[in-house]
């Protein structure tokens, strides 16, 4: 197989079977290594692609990422994907560790851990990882598949901090961000119609809702921008203090919100063994699910 069938072969295959990639427009291929496997950061702020994104560990525990904005006319970072506080101040590390992110104090257990993607191609992905950016300040962990027919190596996403679409047994945690497209049309005064997109992005938030809001990019959820456009029918009485863990998952007859912290063993437990579930959307065929329109979760 000559290299330019090859590349294109392997452009479609990670556009298509990738159930993460990133972000509202055109995946990129550029990205910037932030970690090697069994390599930490620090508690502080570091600066990639050039400047224009920044990955901060805080005391508290919480991992961001920013990215260097124009906003009507100031330079400014904004947010991009946050963690959330994750315990009391401390020294913590953020380490790659065998294809998975975790943040901890020392010796002592994780108070996260990134979930690897669910779909067999992308749970695939073996060494070497890496934790990377892309050039949209979104996160990624890539492992590496080989082709059985062709012998060549090529890169899977196993997580990433903004994904397009999820299947049976994926997970969002705390801050993550599942973004898609609203389809409209408008008349112009000619009377010819206009066919256009609009961005959405549906969040976890800190205190365990679940809101889409459109927006040019997931950014706008920290700084006000973009209109609610759904939010999880979710009572007062039901939703959780900031202080409590939750994360969401698809059961493939539902998608559901669940209290506590997701035990990567317990994956493939469904509800109602699957306890602490406060809140789901209406009973169906979830195998895969995106952000279609306005209305939150899609089934495909």
Request: charged share 25%; glycine share 8%.
């Amino acid at each position: 197989m000559n290299n330019l069938l090859r590349n294109v072969l392997v452009g479609v295959i990670l556009m298509s079977r990738s159930s993460f990639l990133p972000v509202c427009h055109a995946a990129s291929d550029e990205v910037e290594v932030v970690l090697k496997d069994k390599e930490s950061l620090l508690v502080g702020t570091l600066e990639f692609n050039n400047g224009k994104c920044a990955i901060t560990l805080q005391k508290d525990g919480a991992l961001k990422t920013r990215r260097k904005s124009d906003l009507y006319g100031n330079i400014e970072f904004r947010q991009v994907w946050s963690t959330g506080a994750l315990g009391d101040e401390g020294d913590y590390t953020a380490t790659l560790d065998d294809g998975t992110l975790k943040i901890q104090i020392g010796n002592e257990d994780p108070v996260y851990s990134t979930v690897r993607a669910s779909d067999d191609f992308e749970a695939a992905g073996k060494e070497p990882y890496r934790l990377v950016i892309d050039d949209d300040c979104a996160l990624s962990i890539l492992g590496e598949v080989t082709d059985s027919y062709d012998g060549y190596s090529y890169d899977v996403r196993i997580w990433t901090s903004v994904r397009t679409w999820m299947t049976n047994g994926d997970v969002m945690q705390k801050g993550d961000i599942m973004t898609g497209f609203h389809y409209m049309q408008s008349c112009a005064s000619s009377g010819n119609q206009y066919s256009y997109t609009v961005p959405m992005h549906t969040m976890v938030t800190q205190d365990c809702n679940i809101i889409q809001r459109t927006g040019r990019d997931p950014a706008d959820f920290e700084n006000g921008g973009g209109d609610v456009v759904w939010k999880a029918e979710i009572d007062d009485d039901d939703a959780l203090p900031e202080s409590k863990n939750c994360y969401v998952y698809v059961d493939k007859d539902f998608v559901g919100a669940f209290e506590g912290n997701f035990i990567e063993s317990e994956r493939d437990i469904q509800h109602p063994q699957r306890t602490g579930r406060y809140w789901r959307t209406t009973k169906g065929n979830w195998e895969e699910t995106q952000v279609s329109d306005d209305q939150g979760f899609y089934q495909d």
